[in-house]
């Protein structure tokens, strides 16, 4: 089965959106072999907002990895809306990864000699859409990010904070399924770092499901559920009876400090 079936399977309602059932991850072999996870379960509805948290080595990026079809799983079953992943071909779980998911990095990933439009664009490029297209869908995806009028800066010419909704308009351009947040925080500062996580608590009121890592507390505490793993396995999954709730980020000045 192909990336392409998985739309028609969605729409017939026939699976959750994630399922993880018994994956594992190993790395290496013989007596240098790490087990990052150790076998996961876990179902991810759509529309959730979901916070991974977990010690350093606890496989919650690891398992942000394999949910997002960066990296393969050593064993056990991935579903995706109600898809086999782990059985799809590597060109089958690229097409699948372009169309249905967004990624944002702690590390923002710019390119840095490029204008904050072009790295925009970039994911529309690798999907062969015409120029035209991508210019306006990397328009409208920075005016929904408070970025409207900065589309021919360069990042050194932003500050985090702007780079980082460059980042998130980059991820929200193909308007993903799923959007997964690596440390999305870890660079900014603690008003950079609110403003960062109302941008992704509001693509969650508009639908987008969010998966994200994180260390602090106070980022998690805006998901409406915190899933904690401890050496490669979950060891929690709660719900959140009171997420924080930001004023619309939609609304917020483009212009910042740097």
Known sequence: MNAQSIDARSMAGEAPL??????????????????????????????????????????KSTALNVLGCLDRPSGGRYEFMGVRVEALSRDDRARLRRRHFGFVFQGFNL???????????????????????????????LQAVGLKGWEHHTPAELSGGQQQRVAIARAIVTEPAVLLADEPTGNLDSQRSHEIMAFLADLNRQGITVLMVTHEPDMAAYAHRIVRFVDGVVASDERNASPTQPGSPVAAPATEPS
């Open 111 to 141: 390119l840095a000699r490029t204008s904050a439009q072009e790295n925009v664009e970039l994911p529309l490029l690798y999907r062969g859409e015409a120029a035209a297209a991508r210019h306006a869908a990397a328009a409208r995806a």
């Open 18 to 59: 994630i399922r993880l059932r018994g994956i594992t991850k190993v790395y290496g072999e013989g007596s240098a072999a790490f087990r990052a996870l150790r076998g996961v379960d876990l179902d991810i509805g759509r529309g959730e907002f979901v916070a991974i948290m977990g010690p350093s080595g606890s496989g």
